[in-house]
């Protein structure tokens, strides 16, 4: 969709080797958000944010790390890669938090290779 | 936490048929979402329920969210082609959305 874009869109990445995944937004949107998503398992949270700084963990966080220092980039961090984190990771941003009446607005996802 | 579960996780109809899918929660939602993610893309939001027992329709698509606020389905009337893709529901739970894992909906011409 207009207004965010991801970068890497592909990436193949050796274990052990650290990687940083860019989600980039123009809509001054104040939460974003990081999901993977596996076969069945649809999506889960990684970790959000709900502004500059300001980071949460979500229900899969571990091995994973996020930095925002500005509204528009949400940086997702992949510390020592392993083979369980290879996924589609999806980027999201929103204007509300819990009830977001016109949704979360995804990304084009990064499809992530850890050999 | 939060659970959302979503049957069935496939189904393959022919061109014309209907399609259902069905989201249940083991707690009360105050809203649900749904999404459409088409093969290799990302999900789009398509609509979100608010009210217990509201129904909301946008052409062939038929969303209803449950009188208890636990529930919801997403009925398509005579699927087409373009139909095609996974469907989600998602529901809130503390600071975030969890998305149900998703029913992928096949359509034969």
């Known amino acids: 969709d207009a207004g965010i874009t991801q970068s890497p869109r592909h990436k193949v990445t050796e274990t052990g080797t650290p990687v940083t995944l860019r989600c980039h937004q123009t809509e001054n949107h104040r939460y974003m958000y990081w999901y993977r998503q596996d076969p069945g398992h649809g999506l889960r949270l990684i970790h959000y944010s709900y502004g500059v700084k300001d980071t949460d963990k979500g229900e899969v966080s571990d091995g994973y790390s996020v930095s925002r220092s500005k509204t528009e980039d949400f940086l997702l961090t992949l510390e020592s890669a392993t083979s369980s984190q290879t996924s589609v990771y999806f980027c999201?941003?929103?204007?509300?938090?819990?009830?977001?009446?016109?949704?979360?607005?995804f990304g084009s996802g990064t499809r992530l290779t850890v050999v | 936490g939060q659970q959302v579960m979503q049957i069935p996780q496939y189904q393959h109809v022919q061109e014309g048929e209907d399609f259902t899918t069905y989201c249940n929660s083991s707690t009360t939602l105050s809203n649900i979402q749904w999404y459409k993610q088409r093969p290799g893309g990302h999900p789009v939001f398509l609509i979100q329920l608010v009210k217990s027992g509201e129904v909301k329709k946008q052409k062939r698509l038929t969303f209803q969210f449950g009188e208890a606020k636990k529930n919801s389905s997403l009925h398509i009337t005579a699927t087409q082609t373009t139909d095609v893709g996974t469907y989600f529901c998602?529901?809130?739970?503390?600071?975030?959305?969890?998305f149900g894992t998703g029913t992928s909906l096949t359509v034969i011409p």
């Open positions: 999201a941003i929103s204007e509300s938090e819990r009830q977001a009446p016109n949704g979360y607005t």
């Open positions: 998602a529901g809130p739970g503390g600071n975030q959305f969890y």
